[in-house]
Nanobody, 115 residues
């Protein structure tokens, strides 16, 4: 069955960096676009970044442009989110998403930016 599993979250100070990973299985990874979303307490889930199946096209939320970079390794069935210059406002649970059939979400990984 389709699975996406996030990892790499944690506590980081403002200005720090983290790299999230999302390991996918159960579908043809290289055939699907992949996305990262986040949800902060009391807020709606929002799109952070997306990447086409080949990696040739990306899109980012305005709030993370220039700080976050999405990438993928189709040989490893993994998508990444490199997060630099982190701010307290980036604190959220980060989710990996793939639109296979009705769509699949991972369980999420907590990112906390605090001094």
């Amino acid at each position: 069955q389709v699975q996406v599993v996030e990892s790499g979250g944690g506590l980081v100070q403002p200005g720090g960096s983290l790299k999230l990973s999302c390991a996918a299985s159960g579908f043809s990874f290289s055939s699907y676009a992949m996305s990262w979303y986040r949800q902060a307490p009391g807020k709606q889930r929002e799109l952070v970044a997306g990447m086409s199946r080949t990696g040739s096209s990306t899109n980012y939320a305005d709030s993370v442009k220039g700080r976050f970079t999405i990438s993928r390794d189709n040989a490893k069935n993994t998508v990444y989110l490199q997060m630099n210059s982190l701010k307290p406002g980036d604190t959220a649970v980060y989710y990996c998403y793939v639109r296979v059939a009705s769509g699949y979400w991972g369980q999420g990984t907590q990112v906390t930016v605090s001094s």
